[in-house]
C-alpha cells in the first residue's frame, strides 16, 4: 500500500492534519525527526488507521505514489530549509513539495525558484484554525503553481473547513501568495484580540465590571454584528474560575502576550508596501510592552495618573465600547484588505479579496459573521479601493462613531491605554479628512532638504528659497 500524501512534522498541528486527510479516506505517510514521536503517533492516536510510518526520509519518499505529494509541517525559517535540502535528492520532477507552516512569504518565493530550478512543484499553503481547526477544518490559503495545486487541491478542499457547504480554501495564486494572505490573516487577528482586549479593559477598569459579568455582555454580543469566534471565546475564557483560588482564571493570568512574529511581519511589509496599518501595527506594539513587566511595574510606582474621575453609566458605557468596538474591528479589517489590494499591485497577484473573505468564514481565528458583508461588498465592487467606502461600512461605522469617539475620549481623561481603539479612530478621521497638516512637514522638508513640493492651483514642481 502507498500513500496518498505524506507529512513530515508530527508536532499536534501536523498530527491532526493527518487524522483529518485519514478521516477523509486518504492514506497518510508520516514521518518526524525524532522516531520516537512516529512510534507513539502510529501506536496511539492512529491506530488502526491507515497512516503509514516511516523512519528515514528515503523509507518516507518510498511509500508515496507518484507524483509524491509531500506536505512539511516544521518550524518557520532554516528547519524549512534543512528539510527541504535532504528531501530533494529523493525526489523526482513533477513532485510536490507543500509548505503548510506559518513561513515568510518571501521564504516562500525563494523556494519556489529554487525548487523551479530542479522541477519540483512547491506550494506554499497557509492554514489557520489552531490544533482544533487541524482536526476537524482549518481555513486554507494555498498559492503556487496552478498543476501542483490542481494535483492536491482535493485533498484540501477535503479536510478544509465549510460554511453552508462552501469550502474554507481556494486557489488563491502563484508563489507566495499563500502564506502573503495568512500573514495578513494573522496581522488581522492580531488587531481584532488587542480591541477585544481593550474592550474588556474599559469595562473592568471604568465600569468596575467582574469577569462573570463581562462574560455576559461578550456572550450576548456574540448574538449581533460582532459574531465571531474570538468573541466567542473570550466570554468563555471570561466565565472560567481558577480551582486553585477561586478566582475569575483572568484575573490570576500574568499580563504578558507572546508573539510568535506574523504580526510583526505584516506591520514590516505595510511600511515597505506604503499601506497605513496602524491598528495593527499598534496591536505588535502592545504585546511588546506588555513584556516589560518589570519596567512596567516599576514605572507605576513613579508616573502620575490624571486626576481626573471619571463616572460612567454602566449600560451606557457597554454600549459605547461596543459600537467602537465594531467600528474599530471594521478599521483594522480595512487595513489588512488594503495591504493585500497592495501586494496585488506589487508582485502582480490577482488576488480577489471577497474570495478571500470567503474562506476566512469558517475554521480561521478570525471566522467572524461580518466576513459575508465583506465578502459581498467585493463581490459587489472588485475595486473597491477601502472598505470604508463600501455602503454598509460606511454606514456602520458613521452609526457607531458617536460611541466610539466617546470610549477614546473616556479612556483618555481616566488614563488608560486604547492604542487600538484610538489608532483606529485616527485612521478613521485621517481617511475622511481632504486635507491634512501634510502641507507643513512638505514644506519643513523643503526648507531643511530642498525636497521641493507641488501646490494646489497650478501643475508642476516648485521650491522656495526659505532663507
Known sequence: MQADIGLIGLAVMGQNLVLNMESKGYTVAVYNRTT??????????????????????????????????????????????????????????????????????????????????????????????????????????????KEAWDAVSSIFTAISAKVNGDPCCAYLGGDGVGHFVKMVHNGIEYGDMQLISEAYFLMKELAGMSAAEMSEVFARWNEGELQSYLIEITADILRRVDPETGKALVDVILDEAGHKGTGMWTSQVALELGVPAPTITEAVYARYISALKAERTAAA??????????????????????????????????????????????????????????????????????????????????GLKNLLLAPYFKEVVTRAQEGWRRVVGLAAAAGLPVPGLSSALAYYDLYRHARLPANLIQAQRDYFGAHTYRRVDKEGVFHTQWV
Request: with cysteine; net charge negative; aromatic share 8%.
Open 36 to 145: 520516537s514521536t512516529t512510534q507513539a503517533f502510529v501506536s496511539e492516536r492512529a491506530a488502526g488507521k491507515a497512516v503509514i510510518p516511516a523512519y528515514t526520509l528515503e523509507e518516507f519518499v518510498q511509500a508515496l505514489k507518484r507524483p509524491r505529494k509531500v506536505m512539511l509541517m516544521v518550524k518557520a525559517g532554516a528547519p524549512v530549509d534543512a528539510v527541504i535540502e535532504q528531501l530533494l535528492p529523493l525526489l523526482e520532477p513533477g513532485d510536490i513539495v507543500i509548505d503548510g507552516g506559518n513561513s515568510f512569504f518571501k521564504d516562500t518565493i525563494r523556494r519556489h525558484e529554487a525548487l523551479k530550478a530542479r522541477q519540483v512543484h512547491f506550494l506554499g499553503v497557509g492554514i489557520s484554525g489552531g490544533e482544533e481547526g487541524a482536526l476537524k477544518g482549518p481555513s486554507i490559503m494555498p498559492g503556487g503553481p
Open 301 to 382: 510606582a513613579v508616573l502620575q495618573a490624571p486626576e481626573t474621575r471619571v463616572s460612567v453609566d454602566r449600560e451606557e458605557l457597554v454600549e459605547q465600547v461596543r459600537q467602537a468596538l465594531f467600528a474599530a474591528k471594521v478599521c483594522s479589517y480595512a487595513q489588512g484588505f488594503a495591504i493585500l489590494d497592495r501586494a496585488a499591485e506589487e508582485y502582480g497577484w490577482q488576488l480577489d479579496k471577497g474570495v478571500i473573505a470567503s474562506i476566512w468564514r469558517g475554521g480561521c481565528i478570525i471566522r467572524a459573521q461580518f466576513l459575508d458583508s465583506i465578502r459581498e461588498a467585493y463581490d459587489q465592487d472588485p
